[in-house]
């Protein structure tokens, strides 16, 4: 059969499938339209109200401007298809992993330095005290008070170390660091003065920085304590990171006996054994600014490292408080992306410390005690909005709960008494938090406490100033210097010749580092 026969049909039907071809085409064009549109509007709507929503809890210019840069870089980055914000970022992992371990032995961390260095005497150890205040600085003071050496110590530390000095038996120094937002420190402040008195005692004036709950800035004051205890030269082998709500429930030399057992390269911060894997749905990239964090988008997690979760109050070597202020390597890096995470304080330096060349040294505590209160969405009209960030209104902060009366007995022995053998307890030199007007007896308990164990102390402390066999130079002149005579004649008192067993040196001049001191010859007992 010829084609041409249908070819009439052709012509007519042609018309016909044209046409309906561009009716189609030309519906589908107008539900695209309408799609774009809604969507474009919808999409618009959102970003606008959540834009606003945002805005609406800045106070100052500079804040919305950062919130908003902050805010469109997100969703350019999701509508351009290109990186996000430190999603390229790569930070290498400085913990080397020593021979002869595999990879998952590594990571468990089931293995120690190879190096221990301790000090022969705990007396030897220099304590750096970094305290982090807010308000209540009356409790500060007191805190300072309870971590100071007895006048004894002093003595004991001059009579007894050969080339002692004042400067050399002060063991404890302390920098405080008050947030930035208490405004400029009133001069006739109790703590400005007790400083003033104190040769020991720091109260920063520059460098203080405005803490917010959850913020960077938390890290970043303790950060400029730190520095600024390297910028005064102040001789320590530790460093305490405390918060000026927190109290000791040892003294001065328990503290020093207690961390002397540990090697100086040693740090001592819990740390959650097991990596931190965020949940997607509350790990976010914020800003902080105008004194509160502001929640801006997901946030994706850096590269090269496993995150990790401890406690912001540790006791470190001087060697890794000056690698947390001076490396580039890795510490530069990943602070660019810590500054954007909530809570980082209880990330920043565990993550720091497990991925540094110091994360075999490291021991899983920081004797401090703190028992955490509810989450704070469980208080109902009670909760504070400012640690409640998550898009969720049920996930939110806590904080710790004021030490109680009947938790004393479990952290410190009664006067007369020893800690109790069962159950076994966990050493504890510091516990946290206190108020100085809510937990007044409960202070003034452990001071009592504290008081008896000093009491002891000082009795073998005044034996060992009695025992003390002090060289002095002999023939020396001391004038009006306040001498103390003894059994030697004249003829004795000449050069290379040694006193008899049992006196001190016929004209014995008051060691200068005591009466720097303020220390009487007639308190010593000889």
């Known amino acids: 059969m010829h084609w041409y026969w249908w070819y009439p049909f052709l012509v007519f039907a042609c018309p016909l499938s044209i046409g309906a071809n561009s009716q189609q085409q030309q519906q589908q064009q107008s539900i695209k ?14 970003a606008r109200d959540r834009l606003a929503a945002m805005l609406s809890k800045t106070h100052s210019v500079e804040c919305a401007e950062e ?11 999701h509508i351009t298809e290109t990186l996000l914000p430190f999603e390229s970022t790569f930070v290498k992992n400085q913990c080397p992993r020593p021979d002869g371990n595999n990879t998952g032995v590594a990571s468990n961390d089931t293995y120690g330095p190879s190096i221990v260095h301790k000090l022969k005497e705990a007396d030897d150890l220099h304590i750096l005290y970094i305290i982090t205040a807010h308000r209540d600085l009356d409790q500060v003071v007191r805190l300072i008070k ?18 002692a000095s004042a400067s050399s038996c002060e063991r404890n120094h302390f920098v405080v660091h008050i947030d930035g937002k208490e405004g400029p420190l009133p001069a006739n402040l109790p703590l400005l003065t007790y400083a003033s008195t104190s040769s020991n005692v720091y109260v920063m004036q520059e460098g203080r920085v405005n803490v917010s709950w959850g913020g960077f800035s938390v890290v970043k004051a303790t950060l400029n304590a730190i520095s600024y205890g390297f910028y005064l030269k102040l001789p320590f082998d530790r460093v305490i990171n405390l918060s000026g ?73 001087r060697d890794f408080a000056h690698y947390l202020l001076t490396d580039d390597n890795f510490v530069g890096p990943y602070t660019a992306y810590a500054q954007h995470i909530l809570i980082p304080d209880e990330n920043f330096f565990a993550t720091v410390l497990k991925s540094s060349p110091y994360c075999h040294h490291h021991r899983n505590t920081n004797y401090l005690h703190l028992t955490f209160d509810v989450w704070e969405d469980e208080k109902g009209a009670a909760a504070d909005p400012s640690k409640c960030l998550q898009p969720d209104p049920r996930i939110c902060g806590r904080s710790p709960l004021l030490v109680r009366t009947e938790e004393i007995d479990h952290l410190i022995p009664r006067p007369g008494a020893d800690m109790p053998a069962e159950p076994k307890r966990e050493t504890f030199l510091f516990a946290r938090k206190f108020d100085s007007n809510a ?16 009491a002891r102390e000082r009795e073998s402390l005044v034996a060992e100033i009695a025992a003390a066999s002090v060289a002095f130079p002999l ?7 306040g001498c103390v005579a003894n059994g030697c004649t004249k003829q004795d008192d ?4 040694i006193p008899p067993e049992g006196h001190v040196d016929k004209e014995m001049p ?17």
């Not at 339209?33 to 959102?46: C, F, M, S, V």
């Not at 023939?475 to 210097?481: A, H, I, Q, T």
């Not at 008051?510 to 000889?526: D, F, M, N, T």
């Open 67 to 77: 919130v908003t840069l902050a805010y469109e870089a997100f969703l350019t980055a």
């Open 510 to 526: 008051l060691p200068s580092v005591l009466r720097e001191h303020g220390i009487a010859l007639e308190s010593i007992q000889w």
């Open 245 to 317: 709500a927190t109290y000791p429930l040892a003294t001065p030399r328990q503290i020093r006996a207690t961390l002397a057992q540990h090697p100086l390269n040693e740090q001592l911060m819990f740390i959650d054994p097991t990596p931190n894997v965020p949940n997607p749905r509350v790990w976010h990239y914020f800003i902080e600014c105008d004194n509160q964090m502001h929640r801006i988008a997901r946030f994706g997690l850096p590269r090269g490292v496993p995150l990790r979760t401890g406690s912001q109050w540790f006791v470190i070597s």
């Open 33 to 46: 339209a309408h799609l774009h549109k809604d969507a474009t509007t919808r999409l618009h709507n959102h």
């Open 475 to 481: 023939g020396e002149n001391c004038g009006d210097k």
């Open 494 to 497: 000449v050069e290379g010749n």
């Open 146 to 163: 309870a971590l100071q050496d007895d006048a004894e110590d002093i003595r004991a530390c001059l009579l007894t170390k050969s080339g």
């Open 439 to 454: 937990s007044v007896a409960v202070l003034d308990e452990i001071d009592r406490r504290l008081a008896w164990q000093r």
